[in-house]
């Protein structure tokens, strides 16, 4: 990742929340955000981790969206 993009990904908010209703309800959502920006962070709080990381939700979100995971920290994940 170049330092500009990597800028880039640590200036950018958080625009989609998974909570309880899991990944499947926000496809939609990143998808359309995905038209318009090009990158988005999703939060995965602590109601949609339930016995799984966020790396796997990440991934997982990624497969249903065909958007590209650019990275994963902490509890949040930026897509392209």
Do not use: P
Not at 1 to 6: G, I, P, Q, Y
Not at 13 to 38: C, F, N, Y
């Amino acid at each position: 990742m170049t330092d500009e993009r990597r800028k880039a990904v640590h200036e950018l908010d958080v625009t989609v929340w998974v909570g309880k209703a899991g990944i499947e309800s926000v496809t939609a959502e990143l998808r359309t955000q995905l038209e318009d920006a090009d990158l988005v962070k999703v939060k995965f709080l602590r109601a949609a981790r339930g016995g799984t990381t966020t790396a796997e939700l990440a991934e997982r979100l990624a497969e249903l969206t065909g958007a590209e995971l650019v990275e994963t920290r902490g509890h949040t994940a930026v897509y392209h």
